[in-house]
DNA sequence: CTAGAACCTCACGTCAACGTGAGGTTCAAG
DNA sequence: CTTGAACCTCACGTTGACGTGAGGTTCTAG
């Protein structure tokens, strides 16, 4: 498969993936012209970087998991790689949960002002003491 | 409360401030001196927009959301902010959790592996098969 | 009164994952 | 055989949230 093909099935530009093979993330064949010849998997494991990418996996990290999805085989620091990496995302995930539910709070906050504008002032603080314990 | 108080009491650098300062996040009064004078309330104010930038936004749009905390005033137009947001940072969850529950995965299997090296080669295609419905 | 800490303003450097031409070759359809 | 799409290799540009000096002023403890 050629690489124009690769990036539609994949959904990421032809720019990407050359970016990629310079990063060692994907190899590719070449044809005797010099065009890249990706095979069927291909697709799939661009899929599987953009995965990673999205969670904030750099290319080095993602360089160093990889062989395992080709190898299937564990050593020991792979293991903890990939722990390492897992716990790294959720460190993530929880940040952003955090964000959420305050933004939450504030849409809340938002909604009890159009139902009755002018009795909100006492809400104040509530908008202000959310990251540290209440006083008084 | 001086630049580096504030700085050192929400876990940020000096830099950090000066350069939300830069993009109208956090107004600071001057001494006569030209130094930097914050409230107490600085403080929560720039853990605030820790969050949202850990939470993948932009100064531009904790810009816009920023005036609802100082006047808790909710047009419309704050109010669908506030959701976009909130809607941008679920999706990011979701994209963190696809990739933290790949990974477990993964980590499913290298432990297999650790247990029985020599009987693992048949998960080989649950690896490779994880983002396309299985074939066959 | 003096030294060192803390502050100030430019202003260039960084890093990552690409985007974007420039300039040229190869492929595939008519 | 031609022409336009698709491909190639440099190689510089972009973006955001700061880091990092340079060079100078102000504050504060002893």
């Known amino acids: 498969m050629r690489i124009g093909k690769v990036a ?3 959904g990421v530009s032809v720019r990407a993936l050359r970016y990629y093979e310079e990063q060692g993330l994907v190899i590719a064949d070449r044809s ?3 065009h890249r010849q990706y095979p069927e998997s291909a697709v799939e494991r661009v899929k599987f970087i953009q995965l990673l990418y999205a969670a904030g996996l750099t290319s080095k990290a ?3 998991i990889l062989p395992f999805l080709d190898t299937l085989v564990a050593t020991p620091q792979m293991t903890r790689r990939l722990t390492d990496e897992r716990a790294r995302i ?3 995930i929880d940040a ?6 305050r933004l939450e709070e ?7 002002y159009e139902n009755s504008p002018a009795t909100c002032s006492a809400s104040a603080d509530i908008a202000a003491s959310h990251t540290s314990p209440p006083r008084r």
């Open 96 to 101: 952003l949960t955090k964000a959420h539910d």
């Open 62 to 64: 993602i360089l160093q």
């Open 90 to 92: 959720r460190v993530r």
């Open 8 to 10: 539609e099935r994949a």
């Open 106 to 112: 504030l849409i809340r906050l938002a909604a009890e």
């Open 32 to 34: 005797p012209s010099g």
